[in-house]
């Protein structure tokens, strides 16, 4: 078995960001409950950016933005993800490229357009998501670069992605290519929505020992198990995962690492301005914490850090130095 010589290979959506303020009573009038995510076809997508006001492009995208904080923090980063030959598409593959890491995806020539996600921030910071998946949801086993992914310590998957059948088979192929190399599988539920779709899916791959690295928030953790009691939800999933990691908002995080328990507090912050991507680099911290070889707690801490960071400004993309940061605040 040959030696990783990547932290981590990503698969994921390739997304970009519009990202706009927006008032209660505008989400209210869209009908989606604000904080959440909804799926939209291109015309209707295309509306609805018609009626927003200024807004800001960032290149996005979960799993994406997990590689890109990464990167930041000096780790050997791939990501695997499909755009379409247009203007955004072009913008995301500038964008992750030069955060340092490793994308040759080819580009698709025919339509859908490249993805994109509208993104309504109300007064309190929370993000209201409206995605168009456009050309990602076309990702087909035939686009991975099996060398690529054999390469790296950690495959990483985002539960945003499973829900389009094309790029559903290309990740099941990515696993199998992981496991045969020896590596380990790290997968995001990414939002509740995910799990009414597919959690029999996803309880299955846990069961079966597929995913070694689980990543959630509280809400989806109670949607996955059914249960409505945290602690129970915890110790079930737990048991059937080498490392556990669950985000809990205002209230920290806790993580269950072969038998291993550890919990952070939120890292305080001034002002919270935009809770996109929140997750996305809460997931960046942990995995390059593990990377360097950190604690369960420390690389909590590093998660926690970076989130607080993404969440401080407009954009799922750090804007500050994010190893500078870390270095200023855990050493």
Known sequence: MTEPTLDIVAI?????????????????SEGVAKGSMRLMDEATSDSLYSRMGPGREISGGSAANTVAGMAMLGCKCGFIGQVADDQLGAV???????????????????????????????????????????????????????????????????????????????????????????????????????????????????????????????????????????????GSVSAQVETLVVTRGAAGAVGIQKGETASVP?????RIVDTTGAGDLFAAGFLAGQAQGRSLEDSLRM?????????????????AKLDQLIASRLG
């Open 266 to 270: 939120a890292e305080p912050i001034e």
């Open 92 to 234: 995301f593959q500038h964008d992750i490229r030069a955060n340092g890491v490793a994308f040759d995806t080819p580009t698709r020539p025919a339509q859908p357009s490249t993805a994109r996600c509208l993104i309504l921030v109300t007064p309190d910071a929370q993000r209201t998501m409206n995605t168009f998946l456009g050309a990602s949801q076309y990702l087909p086993a035939s686009a991975l670069d099996r060398d690529l992914i054999a390469s790296a310590k950690i495959l990483y998957l985002e539960g945003y992605l499973w829900d389009p059948e094309e790029p559903r088979a290309a990740m099941r192929a990515a696993i199998q290519i992981a496991h045969d190399a020896g590596r380990k599988v790290a997968f995001t539920l990414s939002d509740t929505f995910c799990i009414a779709r597919h959690g029999d899916d996803f309880r299955k791959l846990i069961a079966e020992g597929t995913i070694d690295i689980l990543f959630a928030n509280e809400s989806e953790l109670l949607a996955l198990t059914g249960d409505s009691d945290f602690d129970a939800a915890l």
């Open 303 to 319: 998660g926690a850090i970076a989130a607080a960071e993404v969440i401080s400004h407009y954009g799922a993309r750090p804007e």
């Open 12 to 28: 994921g959506n390739a997304i970009v960001d519009v990202i706009a303020q927006a008032d209660d009573s505008f989400v209210t």
